[in-house]
């Protein structure tokens, strides 16, 4: 087990090691609390865009399905009349110049992985760079967009928001509820109490931590072709090769079996850059991936690879929040 998977490993299970990180993580909250302090009175200088903008974020490490719930606010927004536009930091990514102007045509070295799942799957405008600020001018600069949805944008203040929505994973909740470097929280806990919603991935039913939301599997697709197939291409107990690099890959997994299929469980680290011969096993099982790493491996992707695609379902309760939100951000901006 890598260092960064027995770090994680410990902040949701338990370590006593983890005492000895106290004093880092006591600077690391100090350093969080003077940053949303600054941005709070006004001290920090932060670019307010002309038209709304929400932010999609977590205060923990790790994936919690921002990307499906951005691409159903997406949709979403569409379904009103309204022009959408996404800024991303594109992490990993090595475009020419920042900000960058993602196209469908990027190789996910240069755009980052969800950046261009994003633009594939929805045709969206979106621009990726670090300063959050920047990609919104550049945004704005070359499309004209009713809404602005910033992934991953929580703790970058230097952009103002009209709507922040956390999402949480409900199977691993805030471990051991501390902030980096010992536990996973990006925030102190109590940073939830100031967002407008959280949405807790996984779970069954909306309560008191937030908005219940489901991952629903939606259809295969051959990474090479693009072919599109319905679950039902591969029988109850069909076994396969399942390959995640995503924040919890274990999820993933827990997906496939509950599809009735046996997955063979092969974990990367989250935004892993793959290799033919990561795909490669001594057998002829098919290989099922995420959405996010075949946009990847779809150059080199042999025959028998697949990704499994998923949509966001968000409650019911939670669209009809959205819903009156939405309609007053657009009144306030007008």
């Avoid at 020419?96 to 405008?125: C, F, H, K, M």
């Amino acid at each position: 087990m890598k260092l960064s998977e027995r770090l994680q490993h410990a902040w949701y299970y338990g370590h006593p090691a983890l005492l000895l990180l106290w004093p880092l993580e006591q600077l690391y909250r100090q350093v969080v609390k003077r940053k949303r302090a600054r941005f709070i009175s006004g001290d920090s200088v932060s670019y307010r865009a002309p038209v709304p903008v929400i932010v999609v974020g977590n205060i923990t490490v790790g994936g919690t399905g921002k990307t499906p719930l951005i691409l159903w606010l997406i949709d979403y927004c569409r379904a009103q009349g309204l022009q959408v536009g996404v800024v991303s930091r594109g992490y990993g990514a090595k475009p020419a110049r920042l900000p960058w102007t993602v196209s469908a045509s990027d190789s996910a070295a240069q755009a980052g992985d969800e950046p261009l799942l994003i633009v594939q799957r929805s045709g969206v405008p979106l621009v990726i760079a670090p300063d959050r600020a920047q990609a919104v001018q550049q945004l704005l600069a070359e499309h004209s967009v009713d809404i602005i949805l910033s992934d991953d944008g929580l703790q970058h203040y230097g952009l103002a928001r009209d709507l922040e929505l956390v999402l949480i994973d409900a199977a691993r909740g805030l471990g051991n509820q501390r902030c980096l470097p010992a536990g996973p929280l990006r925030e102190p806990a109590e940073r939830l109490r100031s967002v407008d919603a959280v949405l807790c991935n996984g779970a069954e039913q909306d309560d008191d931590s937030g908005f219940a939301m489901q991952l629903q599997p939606t259809e295969l697709v051959h990474v090479r072709s693009g072919r599109r197939e319905p679950l039902s291409y591969f029988p109850a107990q069909q076994k396969m090769h399942a390959v995640a690099g995503i924040g919890n890959p274990q999820r993933f997994f827990k997906t496939l079996e509950g599809l009735d299929w046996q997955p063979i469980a092969h974990a990367f680290a989250d935004h892993a850059e793959f290799s033919a011969q990561d795909l490669q096993f001594a057998d002829d099982l098919p290989v099922l991936m995420t959405e996010k790493d075949a946009v990847k491996c779809r150059a080199f992707a042999a025959d028998n690879c697949w990704y499994l695609q998923v949509a966001a379902q968000p409650s019911a309760a939670f669209s009809s929040w959205f819903a009156e939100q939405l309609k007053r951000l657009l009144t306030d901006s007008k």
